[in-house]
């Protein structure tokens, strides 16, 4: 009976291990797809040429799937299968393209890494400065241990683009179910850049 | 010249102002407001859930009452025009014909001058660690950065990441909440508190001071106009960054600004 705060106090320090190499573990991985998408970026003469190199890289270390999911929200249990295929697959586009349009060839962003943190078990933030083009941004990623730790968000100054799209999901998910999402992406993805 | 000193000056403050894409604090809602009840009217939460989509709701929509939706999407969309038939072409001419570090020295200068916005509001906030910083950091880049001209601020870690202070901020921390989103002409997404925010950022700006005493000379209306001019860049590329591949762009700017001022009033 005694031994209970000793077993509390033992499981305290497991799980702060645990969570300390969780966070150290998920910086890493951070920092080598950091590199590797500024690798890839250095490669590419223009900016489509850039969305094409970066896409490879960006699927290795971001995980589409839970990104979907969390942007739709809910309504994501309505979805078929197949619709639930198309719409990751469009989004995952639309990602990359966001993502690499805020990239000049040429023109490279300098990190720096804080201090990352565990909100909750297999789940890590790890908050970055970000100095671009002359301007410094907060940009924190979203990270998750599923197959490896892969980014689940980006925030560029408190703004997630997860959240933002889920605005725009959710009033097409009112408007006409998971079709009218499909089909507001498919639009989206079909205008030219 | 008179008649303008009504209007235009405030139109044209855009210095003070957190432009395109300021931010606020919306104490945030239980997750799942409109999806959730989409969810609900279709009894689909009935479902089981399966497990990886427990966590489906967490990305609630950040939250604001938008009432005047059909006259914020009209303001948004002349907005939008008037930013690509005019301010662009402005602006771009703005950045070609100055150079990066004379555009950098330019909006530290003006930036450097906002401090009242800065040192008022983190004191009316009760943050008097931050507001002494502030005022070192003018000190700091006034006296050793000529004017404010050069950032030497930067240098000390201690004033490197001060967060800005503003009113509507101060306002969001008294427990205000936005009232509605609203869409101002040529300024874009804010809410009302956020509105009468600006007007307080607007009065302590120095910049203004001169045009709200002196109305009626054209300098002073040369200096806030410089102001917004140097601005502009800033502002567009913001804009851009939360509009681009969007599904819906009104939505998108709305959902940036909300997010982006929640941030700010929990800094």
């Not at chain 2, 002073?220 to 960054?241: C, F, G, H, Q, V």
Request: charged content about 20%.
């Amino acid at each position: 009976m005694n031994l209970s705060p000793l077993l509390l106090l033992a499981s305290l320090i497991l799980l702060r291990g645990t969570a300390s190499a969780s966070t150290a573990e998920a910086e890493k991985r951070l920092q080598i797809a950091v590199s590797e998408v500024l690798g890839a970026a250095d490669l590419a003469s223009s900016g489509s040429a850039l969305t094409g190199s970066l896409r490879p890289v960006l699927q290795k270390y971001v995980s589409f799937d839970a990104m979907t999911r969390r942007a739709v929200g809910p309504g994501w249990r309505q979805f078929t299968e197949d619709q639930q295929k198309k719409a990751t697959q469009l989004f995952t586009t639309l990602i990359i393209r966001t993502y690499s349009s805020k990239l000049t060839p040429g023109e490279y962003p300098v990190i720096k890494f804080k201090a990352a943190s565990a909100p909750a078990p297999g789940r890590v933030e790890v908050p970055t400065t970000l100095l671009y083009q002359g301007s410094q941004y907060n940009v924190t990623y979203r990270m998750e241990e599923a197959e490896g730790w892969r980014i689940t968000d980006v925030l560029i100054e408190g703004v997630s683009l997860v959240a933002n799209y889920r605005a725009q999901f959710d009033a097409q998910f009112k408007k006409g179910g998971s079709n009218a999402v499909i089909g507001a992406l498919s639009q989206t993805v079909a205008q030219p850049q | 010249m008179k008649r303008h000193t009504s209007l235009l000056p405030f139109l044209l403050a855009v210095s003070s102002v957190p432009l395109l894409t300021s931010c606020t604090s919306v104490p945030r809602k239980p997750p799942g407001p409109s999806l959730s009840a989409a969810v609900r009217n279709n009894k689909l939460d009935a479902k089981p859930a399966k497990a990886k989509e427990d966590d489906l709701d967490e990305y609630s929509t950040a939250s604001v009452a938008d009432p005047f939706e059909p006259l914020n999407r009209a303001i948004f969309w002349l907005n939008d025009g008037v930013y690509t038939v005019a301010l662009r072409p402005i602006s771009k001419g703005y950045e070609k014909v100055l150079p990066k570090p004379v555009r950098q020295g330019i909006d530290n200068a003006f930036e450097n001058v906002k401090f009242p916005v800065r040192l008022i509001n983190n004191a009316l906030q009760g943050n008097f660690k931050r507001a002494w910083l502030e005022t070192e950091r003018f000190f700091v880049n006034t006296v050793i950065g000529f004017g404010g001209i050069v950032r030497q601020s930067d240098r000390f870690p201690s004033l490197a990441d001060v967060p800005a202070a503003d009113t509507g901020q101060t306002f969001a921390k008294w427990g205000i909440g936005h009232g509605a989103y609203i869409v101002l002409p040529l300024l874009g997404p804010s809410s009302l508190r956020d509105t009468v925010g600006l007007a307080g950022d607007y009065a302590l700006n120095p910049v203004n001071l001169a045009t709200t005493l002196y109305g009626g000379y054209a300098w002073t209306i040369a200096i806030p106009s410089t102001n917004t001019l140097r601005a502009m860049p800033d502002e567009l590329a913001k804009y851009d960054s939360a509009t681009k591949n969007a599904l819906d762009r009104y939505l998108a700017a709305r959902s940036s600004y909300i997010q982006y001022r929640h941030k700010a009033a929990l800094k």
